[in-house]
T-cell receptor, first 112, second 116 residues
Framework: GENVEQHPSTLSVQEGDSAVIKCTYS??????FPWYKQELGKGPQLIID?????GEKKDQRIAVTLNKTAKHFSLHITETQPEDSAVYFC???????????FGAGTRLFVKA | EAGVTQFPSHSVIEKGQTVTLRCDPI?????LYWYRRVMGKEIKFLLH????????ESGMPNNRFLAERTGGTYSTLKVQPAELEDSGVYFC??????????????FGPGTRLTVL
């Protein structure tokens, strides 16, 4: 069935360093890839997304890249800050489809 | 604008009991979704409503789970009878419908269900 693999499961970085989270997906029909951030006691919140006709998208300190051929996509956070500490989920779905397949999450710790 | 709300935030029940979770979506959002996350694993899709209709319930684990959305507003998810493996965090999300586009899903804070 459809699945999304996410790595690493835990990531610890020093404040100011970069963090990279990688995902692979299995359904070749997937063409929409959102990333969610979940803070303690809250639900996941969309932070950035990318569509399959785009290879890279950037929003301030976060960027996403997509390699459709390899079915890989990644989240890059630069100049990490303690408030970036959270669980991050990658996901995949299809345009017009509503079923979203999530990865298992990456717990990011940013040490001050 | 109020976000997605879920009730209760926590529920602890014994195996064999019944539990009903409630979700109130953002006003005006026709789409409502239920998801579940078992400890350390992926957020797994359970089902999707469009207004009061079940559009996709392919993720529902078995017939012990019943979701309803009467009137197309709030939704309930009932587990009867609960089993140990039903423990996890149940998330509800809602979204608008925009033709031909992927629509941002807004998540509630979740209900943490523990079955003892």
């Amino acid at each position: 069935g459809e699945n999304v693999e996410q790595h690493p499961s835990t990531l610890s970085v020093q404040e100011g360093d970069s963090a990279v989270i990688k995902c692979t997906y299995s359904d070749s029909a997937s063409n929409y890839f959102p990333w969610y951030k979940q803070e303690l006691g809250k639900g996941p919140q969309l932070i950035i997304d990318i569509r399959s006709n785009v290879g890279e998208k950037k929003d301030q300190r976060i960027a996403v890249t997509l390699n459709k051929t390899a079915k890989h996509f990644s989240l890059h956070i630069t100049e990490t800050q303690p408030e970036d500490s959270a669980v991050y989920f990658c996901a995949a779905s299809t345009t017009g489809g509503f079923k979203t397949i999530f990865g298992a999450g990456t717990r990011l710790f940013v040490k001050a | 604008e109020a976000g997605v709300t879920q009730f209760p935030s926590h529920s602890v029940i014994e195996k064999g009991q019944t539990v009903t979770l409630r979700c109130d979506p953002i006003s005006g959002h026709d789409n409502l979704y239920w998801y579940r996350r078992v400890m350390g694993k992926e957020i797994k899709f359970l089902l999707h409503f469009v207004k009061e209709s079940k559009q996709d319930e392919s993720g529902m684990p078995n017939n012990r789970f019943l979701a309803e959305r009467t009137g197309g507003t709030y939704s309930t998810l009932k587990v009867q009878p609960a089993e140990l493996e039903d423990s996890g965090v149940y998330f509800c999300a809602s979204s608008k419908t925009l033709q031909g586009k992927n629509n941002e899903q807004f998540f509630g804070p979740g209900t943490r269900l523990t079955v003892l």
